[in-house]
């Protein structure tokens, strides 16, 4: 499917980020479709590992785009995330023209775009046709002054280089912003975006991830681990883990299920292969606690 054929509607977009193996739900698909039809950044909040970076790749495919990932972390600088200028060239050139030009000319010939080191927003704003996907990747890791300087670029496609000027976008980018919530985003950020809180999946939604991501997979198996992870994530149990698996870690488990020759989940597998669906000891304790709850055949009504 042409990437016009994918923005004709909302039903068309599910089946294009389907056929690239992304299942959407219909609220989800109405979100983007708006973000890309409205041409407004688009922010995903939500637990780890339901799927907000994976929609990015997706997007990326679907569309023809180059994805752009811009990941944040505490104390992220504006020079790893715009541009910044090469100095071991300005200085060089400042050396080689030192004695045939004025400072004043010095100083204009090495403030041009051919010294810029163009970072993850300026890349974005500078793709040519058909322009990039920018995934700007837990933003709720940086802090405060650096959603305030996103701002520029969130509400115009454009941001400002003191030396050059503003660089705006010739194609605005498709912008995709992610947030595990660790913390709350200012209001000026997102009120300039279109907003999303991505949940876990329905089980049969779920069940449609696995069947497409882990073909190997027995319908048998596949159904066992949708089953086994949806308890896991019941009100009834939630609150017995720090975190509770996301789509990445059931499809990370079902894989190594498949590695493993698994037929069938029993207790012995499930304690084996517990590294793979929690990252805590006390999650996998807590695991280990409810293995024989969590398998007995009426669990599963």
Request: net charge negative.
């Amino acid at each position: 499917m042409s990437a016009a054929a994918a923005l004709a509607s909302i039903d068309a977009l599910t089946e294009a980020l389907a056929a690239h193996g992304y299942w959407a739900d219909r609220r989800l698909a109405t979100t983007v479709f708006l973000a890309l039809s409205l041409q407004r950044p688009l922010l995903l909040e939500g637990e780890p590992g339901v799927g907000k970076t994976e929609l990015a790749k997706a997007l990326s495919k679907v569309l023809a785009r180059p994805l752009i990932r811009l990941q944040c972390y505490d104390g992220i600088e504006q020079r790893e995330t715009l541009y910044e200028w090469n100095h071991a060239a300005q200085l060089l050139h400042m050396r080689a023209a030192h004695d045939s030009a004025t400072p004043e000319q010095l100083e204009r010939e090495i403030y041009q775009e051919r010294y810029l080191i163009h970072r993850p927003l300026l890349q974005a704003l500078q793709t040519p046709a058909p322009g990039a996907v920018l995934l700007i990747d837990e933003v709720d890791r940086a802090d405060e002054p650096f959603e305030a300087f996103l701002l520029e670029y969130l509400g115009e496609y454009q941001i400002s280089i003191p030396e050059l000027g503003t660089v705006t976008a010739q194609l605005p980018p498709i912008t995709l912003l992610t947030s595990n919530r660790t913390r709350e985003l200012n209001d000026a950020v997102k009120r300039r975006c279109l907003y999303h809180w991505m949940d876990y999946p329905e089980r049969e939604r779920e069940l449609a991830i696995l069947r497409a991501q882990v073909p190997q997979a027995s319908q048998q198996l596949t159904q066992q681990v949708s089953d086994f992870v949806a308890q896991l994530r019941s009100q009834a149990l939630a609150a017995h883990f720090a975190r509770v698996p996301g789509i990445a870690e059931s499809v990370e488990w079902a894989k190594a299920l498949v590695a493993l020759h698994t037929t069938a989940l029993d207790a012995q597998r499930v304690q084996d292969t517990a590294g793979l669906l929690f990252k805590q000891r006390e999650d996998v304790a807590a695991l280990n606690d409810l293995l024989a709850q969590l398998l007995s055949p009426t669990s599963h009504g």
